[in-house]
């Protein structure tokens, strides 16, 4: 079946544009999981949904950062105002049932530039 | 906080040799999982090898196998005859097995692993 899905592949943005950034989880998935990667800070996570619970958003490093979850099925990753620092892949990843040694399937990434 | 550490940036192997990866990782729970992630140049992070920690066997998939030492919060891969698309970057990850502890992966920096033809 389609593993997660992750639009656009690549985006290049000027300093204090917003961005969307879009997931597309593995369908029946119930967990949704953001990380970033940067050269600096390695991989880092950003926020969690699962099902109707409220969102863990203990990683998101500041208020420029929003994400939501539709109908429990896609993702969009919100960055207001970008910076130079937010340049980074940023990672999406599902799990079917986040407990035990459930496997987080990731998609490919979306590379976003800031200039 | 849970912290994990990969010591090696860099590591190179021949064709057909085997090569052993290192991680170490910091935590005071005790009910807990551990992951070996695969990063190749195409960016997606791929799955090799995940352990529960209440499990003292060490977790193999074929060519992959892991030395899990709890008591040293230890844990290496081992690819035995390594192969020219095993390079790629590799990544530990812990993840809480505690209950109402977070589902977040908490990941090493990485070791970029070569193989030479």
């Known amino acids: 079946g389609a593993g997660v899905s992750q639009s656009p592949s690549n985006k290049v943005t000027e300093k204090g544009k917003d961005v969307e950034l879009r997931c597309d989880p593995i369908?029946?998935?119930?967990?949704l999981y953001w990380y970033r990667q940067s050269l600096g800070q390695g991989l880092e996570f950003l926020i969690y949904f699962q099902g109707n619970s409220a969102p863990d958003k203990s990683g998101l490093p500041s208020d420029r950062f929003s994400a939501e979850r539709t109908g429990g099925s896609v993702s969009t990753l919100t960055i207001q105002r970008t910076q130079q620092e937010d340049s980074a892949v940023y990672l999406c990843?599902?799990?079917?049932?986040?407990?035990?040694?459930?496997?987080?399937?990731f998609g490919p990434g979306t590379r976003l530039t800031v200039l | 906080a849970q912290t994990v550490t990969q010591s090696q940036p860099e590591m190179s192997v021949q064709e057909a040799e085997t090569v052993t990866l290192s991680c170490t990782y910091d935590t005071s729970e005790s009910d807990y999982y551990l992951f070996w992630y695969k990063q190749p140049p195409s960016r997606q992070m791929i799955l090799v090898i995940r352990q529960e920690a209440y499990k003292q066997q060490n977790a193999t998939e074929n060519r992959f196998s892991v030395n899990f030492q709890k008591a040293a919060k230890s844990f290496s891969l081992k690819i035995s005859d390594s192969q020219l698309g095993d390079a790629a970057m590799y990544f530990c990850?812990?993840?809480?097995?505690?209950?109402?502890?977070?589902?977040?992966?908490?990941f090493g920096k990485g070791t970029k692993l070569t193989v030479n033809p």
């Open positions: 990843a599902s799990s079917l049932d986040p407990g035990g040694a459930d496997t987080q399937y």
């Open positions: 990850a812990y993840r809480s097995g505690s209950q109402g502890g977070s589902e977040k992966l908490v």
């Open positions: 369908s029946g998935h119930t967990a």
